[in-house]
């Protein structure tokens, strides 16, 4: 089987996640850009995805941001699922704001994956910090 570059792994496996992940796509993510061990997705947040106070469901930012941390750490070739994972919204998204969540590895031992992601307003102000542990399997994607 030949080898094929690390960037395009990570482009074909983001793509294949997104393709079958219905709930990502209800949120209306979008990929923004994948590399090996990263992620950056946009979703821009509509009235229905609100609480009862008039602000985004910290459900929905946790979403994304989850998604965001899913696509990062499968890059690398093998099948990894999250083990823990919390967040903490530092403010409010209102609806019609757009978000970008950004993930990136922190630290790596041979299994276990650990990362972070920031979810910001277009004016940047962070809306949301999330930190993930995942589990790396010996499964390859198929891709």
């Known amino acids: 089987m ?3 570059d690390p960037q395009q792994r990570a ?6 996640m997104l ?3 219905a709930y990502s796509r209800w949120l209306g993510v979008e990929i923004l850009e994948i590399a090996p061990a990263r992620a ?8 229905e995805m609100c609480n009862g106070f008039g602000v985004c469901h910290g459900g929905v930012s946790f979403g994304l ?10 890059t690398q070739g093998n099948l990894a699922v999250s083990i ?3 967040m903490t919204y530092p403010a409010a998204i209102r ?22 992601v920031h979810v910001t307003k277009a004016d940047g102000t962070v809306v949301g910090l999330f930190r993930g542990t ?5 499964k390859p994607h198929q891709i």
Do not use: H, K, Q, W
Not at 65 to 74: E, R, S
Not at 97 to 116: C, D, Q
């Open 2 to 4: 030949t080898e094929i």
């Open 11 to 16: 482009e074909r496996v983001a793509t294949r």
């Open 19 to 21: 393709r079958d992940d």
């Open 40 to 47: 950056v997705l946009r979703m821009t947040i509509r009235p």
């Open 65 to 74: 941001a989850d998604t965001a941390f899913a696509f990062a750490c499968n």
């Open 84 to 86: 823990e994972n919390s």
């Open 95 to 116: 609806p019609g704001e757009v978000v970008t969540a950004t993930a990136t590895e922190s630290a790596r031992s041979n299994r276990i994956l650990y990362y972070n």
């Open 134 to 138: 995942a589990y790396r399997t010996e």
